[in-house]
C-alpha cells in the first residue's frame, strides 16, 4: 500500500510561483510519481509524471513553466509551477503508480489577483 501526503498549495497572484511537495511512503519502489489536476466542472488532466528511469512528461499547457523532480532519498515528489495563470487553478492530487494506481487528497492552487 502506498500513502501520499501533499503540501504546497494556495493562493497566489497571476505571474507567481508555488512549490507542491508529495511525501510518498509504503514503498521506495514506486515507478512513476507525478501530479494530475482538477478544475471545477472539468475532468482530471495530467500535469507531469516522472518515471524512476526516464524523462519527464508534461501537458503541453504547462510546458516551460512547470518543472517536476523527484528525491529518491525522501521519496518526495515536487511539481514548482512558474508563471502561474489563472487557468491553473484547481485542485492538484500527487499520483503514484506501483502496481496500480494511487492518488494523495488533494492540495488546492488558485490563481488569482
Known amino acids: 500500500q502506498v500513502q501520499l501526503v501533499e503540501s504546497g498549495g494556495g493562493l497566489v497572484q497571476p505571474g507567481g510561483s508555488l512549490r507542491l511537495s508529495c511525501a510518498a511512503s509504503?514503498?521506495?519502489?514506486?515507478?512513476?510519481l507525478g501530479w494530475y489536476r482538477q478544475a471545477p466542472g472539468k475532468q482530471r488532466e495530467l500535469v507531469a509524471t516522472k518515471g524512476r528511469s526516464s524523462t519527464a512528461n508534461y501537458a503541453d499547457s504547462v510546458k516551460g513553466r512547470f518543472i517536476i523532480s523527484r528525491d529518491y532519498a525522501k521519496n518526495t515528489v515536487y511539481l514548482q509551477m512558474n508563471s502561474l495563470k489563472s487557468e491553473d487553478t484547481a485542485v492538484y492530487y500527487c499520483?503514484?503508480?506501483?502496481?496500480?494506481?494511487?492518488w494523495g487528497q488533494g492540495t488546492q492552487v488558485t490563481v488569482s489577483s
Open positions: 499520483y503514484a503508480n506501483y502496481y496500480s494506481a494511487y
Open positions: 509504503g514503498t521506495t519502489s514506486i515507478y512513476v
